[in-house]
C-alpha cells in the first residue's frame, strides 16, 4: 500500500525557507520504499554537494538530511535512518528511546537515488527490510527532515510533532503503519 506524506516544520521554528515537503512510502512484502520530493526556493537552503564516494557519515542531522525512523510496534528498539543529498548515509539502532545508538551493521551501503533541478530535488530508496525485520511483522514508521538554511538555523520537519521540542525520537510520532 503506498501512504503519501506532507511534512510540516515544527512550530516554533522561525525563518523558515519557503520550501514544502512530501512525498510516498511503500512496503511490499519486505521491500521498503520510500520517496522525498523537496520543492521550493532552493537557494535559501544548505545543500551538501555530491560526495565521491558516498559514504556512512555521522553527525548527517547538523545539515540538510532527510531522516526515517523504524520500528516493530511494542518493542522498545528503533532504527534510525539519515540520508544526505550528497549522497552520504548513516543507520543506527537503538535499544530504547534515543539509548544505545550505535551503527547498525547490517548494511554496509544504502544506495540511494537524488535528482537536483532548479527548484526541486526528489531522494528515492529502496532496500530490503530482511536484516532488521520479518516480512510478516508489522512496521511502524516516522518520516522526517532537517533543513538547514543558507543562514545556518535548523528547521525540523515531521508528519507530525507530537512533543513540546522537535525530537523525530518520540514513539508517538511513529505514525505510518505498514
Not at 539509548?99 to 551501503?109: H, I, M, N, T, Y
Not at 532548479?118 to 512496521?139: C, G, H, K, R, V
Request: glycine share 4%; hydrophobic share 40%.
Amino acid at each position: 500500500m503506498i501512504i503519501n506524506f506532507a511534512l510540516q516544520p515544527f512550530p516554533t521554528d522561525s525563518n523558515l525557507p519557503q520550501i514544502e515537503i512530501n512525498g510516498r512510502v511503500n512496503r511490499k512484502e519486505n521491500i521498503l520504499s520510500i520517496e522525498y520530493q523537496l520543492f521550493g526556493d532552493l537557494n535559501a537552503i544548505s545543500i551538501a554537494p555530491p560526495a565521491n564516494p558516498p559514504s556512512r557519515q555521522f553527525h548527517l542531522w547538523e545539515s540538510t538530511c532527510f531522516e526515517f525512523f523504524i520500528g516493530i510496534p511494542g518493542d522498545a528498539n528503533y532504527w534510525e535512518f539519515n540520508l544526505s543529498p550528497s549522497g552520504d548515509w548513516a543507520v543506527f539502532a537503538l535499544d530504547d528511546y534515543r539509548q544505545g545508538l550505535r551503527d547498525e551493521l547490517s548494511f554496509s551501503s544504502l544506495p540511494f537515488k537524488i535528482d537536483r533541478y532548479p527548484n526541486y530535488i526528489t531522494l528515492s530508496l529502496e532496500f530490503d527490510l530482511s536484516e532488521l525485520i520479518l516480512a510478516e511483522q508489522d512496521l511502524e514508521m516516522s518520516v522526517t527532515t532537517v533543513i538547514k538554511s543558507s543562514q545556518d538555523e535548523l528547521s525540523y520537519w515531521a508528519i507530525n510533532h507530537s512533543g513540546k521540542e522537535a525530537d523525530f525520537h518520540l514513539r508517538d510520532s511513529f505514525i505510518i503503519k505498514t
